[in-house]
């Protein structure tokens, strides 16, 4: 089973800042907070990872509770092309060989134009 | 940039074939993994592979087999394709440094149709 909740589906208006948030209520210390989105036919496609500071990249923001059991994925400025499927997963960065990376169903995003 | 190809984009079989498919990557990433995906369970991970010739079950493996005879090519085997199997297929890779696990990279998918 996958360690998070998520949103089945989400809609945001284009231009606006889209917050997806993740609980993860049963993390443990070793593992971080993964986000991944898959847009229609395509691969999964990376999009930031954190522990338990807060994190940018050009993509999105990651902002963990201090508590670390939820966090919330922030597009500042969503255009159509953010319309996808978003996977946050939850792992150890340091796995053993037999360990296992589960995605859940994720949230899917509707960008509204 | 990370490139992670699979062999066909769009695939069509009859039910007993066996079927091949073919990933490979560019980047010399040591682990190697197959998903299948379908509407509403997510992805769910098939078998990985973490060294050349070395092969691990993930959570749905029956059906299906792997060969790792190459670092930089995983491939998926279905011995005697059943309808069941029809489902977009994900293969990813990525690199093992030191003992952590780096961020996935995965290919466009195949999307595997069986008659």
């Known amino acids: 089973d996958a360690k998070t909740t998520q949103p089945t589906s989400m809609d945001c208006a284009e231009g606006r800042a889209a917050n997806l948030p993740c609980n993860h209520s049963?993390?443990?210390?070793?593992?971080?907070v993964y986000w991944y989105r898959q847009i229609h036919s395509q691969g999964p496609q990376y999009i930031i990872h954190?522990?338990?500071n807060n994190e940018t990249n050009e993509m999105a923001s990651l902002i963990i509770t201090e508590d670390r059991k939820s966090s919330t994925l922030i597009l500042p400025h969503a255009t159509l092309r953010d319309t996808a499927v978003y996977y946050c997963?939850?792992?150890?960065?340091?796995?053993?060989?037999?360990?296992?990376?589960?995605f859940g169903k994720g949230t899917r995003l509707h960008i509204l134009p | 940039d990370v490139k992670v190809t699979q062999s066909s984009r769009y695939l069509v079989k009859r039910t007993g074939e066996k079927v091949f498919l073919e990933c490979v990557q560019d980047?010399?990433?040591?682990?190697m993994f197959w998903y299948r995906q379908d509407p509403g369970l997510g992805l769910r991970l098939i078998y990985f592979s973490y060294d050349v010739k070395m092969k691990e079950k993930g959570d749905i493996p029956e059906g299906y087999s792997v060969s790792r005879e190459k670092k930089e090519r995983f491939s998926l085997i279905l011995e005697s394709a059943s309808t069941n199997q029809t489902s977009m297929y994900l293969c990813?890779?990525?690199?093992?440094?030191?003992?952590?696990?780096?961020?996935?990279?995965f290919g466009p998918g195949t999307r595997l149709t069986v008659l």
């Open positions: 954190g522990l338990k």
């Open positions: 990813a890779s990525n690199l093992l440094t030191s003992g952590s696990l780096d961020t996935q990279y």
């Open positions: 980047m010399d990433h040591e682990n």
């Open positions: 997963i939850v792992r150890a960065r340091f796995m053993n060989r037999d360990d296992k990376i589960i």
């Open positions: 049963t993390i443990s210390g070793n593992e971080y």
